[in-house]
């Protein structure tokens, strides 16, 4: 397995109800330009009315976590922490736009390293839901989370 995929595995898969982006092992995937690369799965699931949930859509793409030398930053497992929950809550979230449509690459906040200020999984999990990460796939008139 992918060096990079072992550090990630124990958040996965990270799902709701609807949805599930699933972390691929087993398959190798090389780095690009600097890029540490992992396969992700965005599975969409549909329940009918009867209560039966059947997959709707499986999109599977290798997708950019950090940069290859952010790997070993005593921050990344806050980071990686943080993500998955702000995820988690997006899936769960009424008023989360398009996410049908999203590929697993708009679901990856793959610059939280590359911030200094957070130092811990809240600090991470909060900056998640800005408008150019996280927040994107939130409505309009609901873009602004309390936290």
Known sequence: MNPVAQKMDHIFPIKASDYSLELVT?????????????LMCLVIFDTSESGITTIRDVKEQEVAVCRRS??????????????GLALEELF?????DYLECAMPHELVCKDLLDLKRPVNYKDFEKVCWTKKRLGQHLAQNTRTRLV
């Open 26 to 38: 087993g398959v190798e995937v090389e780095d690009l330009n600097g890029w540490a690369m992992v």
């Open 92 to 96: 769960e979230r009424e008023d989360a």
């Open 70 to 83: 952010q790997v070993e930053d005593p921050r990344f497992d806050d980071a990686l922490t943080g993500w």
